[in-house]
Nanobody
Framework: QVQLVESGGGLVQPGGSLRLSCVASGSIFSIRYMGWYRQAPGKQRELVARITSGGTTNYADSVKDRFTISRDNARNTVYLQMNSLKPEDTAAYYC???????????????WGQGTQVTVSS
């Protein structure tokens, strides 16, 4: 069993900032990557940002230079710092992780319940 608990969502004005956090717990041997996806009403879930165990990151073009993903390996925690937020960033944000077993097999991805981010004046 793997649990992901997100926090940090809320209502913010355009141009504002929010920081999302996600803590992973449970039967985790090693985390291959951690990431954030988002889903707006009527749209498909899309990748926002992802970070590997080695620190390699990739971002959706729409959030580059505004969002920063980071992780604390010791705490199995991933963060998403979101700056210069726009109304089009409004969505439910989901944390996800892919883990590896002791034998080297891939497990997951696992998903959190989501946290709502609303950007509106």
């Amino acid at each position: 069993q793997v649990q992901l608990v997100e926090s940090g969502g809320g209502l913010v004005q355009p141009g504002g900032s929010l920081r999302l956090s996600c803590v992973a717990s449970g039967s985790i041997f090693s985390i291959r990557y951690m990431g954030w996806y988002r889903q707006a009403p009527g749209k498909q879930r899309e990748l926002v940002a992802r970070i590997t165990s080695g620190g390699t990151t990739n971002y959706a073009d729409s959030v580059k230079d505004r969002f920063t993903i980071s992780r604390d390996n010791a705490r199995n925690t991933v963060y998403l710092q979101m700056n210069s937020l726009k109304p089009e960033d409004t969505a439910a944000y989901y944390c996800t992780i892919l883990t590896t077993s002791m034998q080297g097999g891939m497990l997951g991805p696992y998903w959190g319940q989501g946290t709502q981010v609303t950007v509106s004046s």
